[in-house]
């Protein structure tokens, strides 16, 4: 559907950018489509920097944010496009065309895409520093190469011009990170959504169904829910499947007595939900199961209950690492003490990945964890996921066989608020919770 109008949020971010690098030149490209077979074109999805930065959606387009000095900001929005063609538009729908998306998306310039190579050249003769991601997309990189040759060779005649080339990721990443008012009212909506489908879920699976039969069910949710598409590839793993961190083959069979790990999300307009259950296929947990599972929920419930601004990101990860550690040496899954444990990484071998990653337009979202090589701090409006999890081998050789194929996850999206956090996504995860909702209550 073609956009009328859109907020000018997007135009202040592209201020914002630019306000931070006066007098570079940011280069964005629209994410390239993808076809299986000669001409079946994939579900187009827009690169999340430059959706970020116009609300465009569609394919064949690109943004250079150029240096200039006549302008009241000290920069220009100039966006290629393609034009309207009767002849694709009769098999693919409507397209904005330069002239309307100039207007919709605030440019400042709008120039038909064709006209892109002939006309980058010269927009870019006495910039600079240019901000390009270079090894994204080959055709946009065999572009680049030929724009800064000529750029490079124009700087021969006039002295000024290029220096270098930088990675637009970390600035953009940086504005991406801390979510705006009208971004947490989509990741809320977003998390809304995902939350109700994995309800169903738990609701409705049953032994004798099929991983892709679940899988079905609750992405026709997100959809019917308003989502576009689902954030990832969603993993339904029955039993021992749900030791393999991002099984998505999805075609094995929901068994009486075993667990059922969900780990999907949806995407309502762009931004994603991420969420994880695991549950029993029967009514209730087995006494194994449940005692696996009570490790896996304190540590998430209590690293969710440290989260607030200063507390450093990769702190939540040592403690949730260490609440799962205390828990499994209580059960004799490891011996030790928990520092120790901790520090020889004993416990990788149960809880093999981090405990959480930005959220946003992307599931694995942009935004630096790490600053001067320290974790970086919590501020208000950053939005992440908290999912510790233990995986016990199927033919784990110490484990006491009563745990061996158990994986269990568990996964909210938290925003960060000035004096704590909300947590977005409203899933019930006590026992009782998931065991009355297994019996139809
Ligand atoms: N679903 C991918 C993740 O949790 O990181
Ligand atoms: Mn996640
Ligand atoms: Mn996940």
Redesign the pocket.
Known sequence: MIKTSISKEYQQRRDTLMSRHPGAAFLLPAAPEIFRGSSVALDYRQDSSLYYLTGFDQPQAFLAMIPDHNQPKGYKSIFFCAERNPQKELWDGEMYGTDRALKVFHMDECHDILNLESKLPNLLTHVEHVYYHMGQDEEGDRLMQRTLEKVRMSKGRSGKGLISVHDPKVSIGELRLKKSEHEIELMKKAAKISSDAHIEAIKQAKAGLGEGQMQALIEYHFKFGGCKRT???S?VAAGSNATYL?YHSNDDVLKDGELLLI???GEYEFYHS?I?RTFPIGKTFSSAQKEIYSIVLKAQKQTIDRVKPGVRFHDLHVYASKVLIEGLCDLGLLTGTVDVIFDQKKHLDFYP?GTG?FLGLD??DTGLYYIDEASRKLEPGMVF?V?PGLYIQKNHPTAPEKYHGIGI?I?DDVLVTETGCEVLTTVPKEIEEIESLRHGK
């Open positions: 954030a990832y590839n993993i991002h780990d999907a999300g991420d994880t990945h990653h599931t694995h996921t999912e996850r996964e």
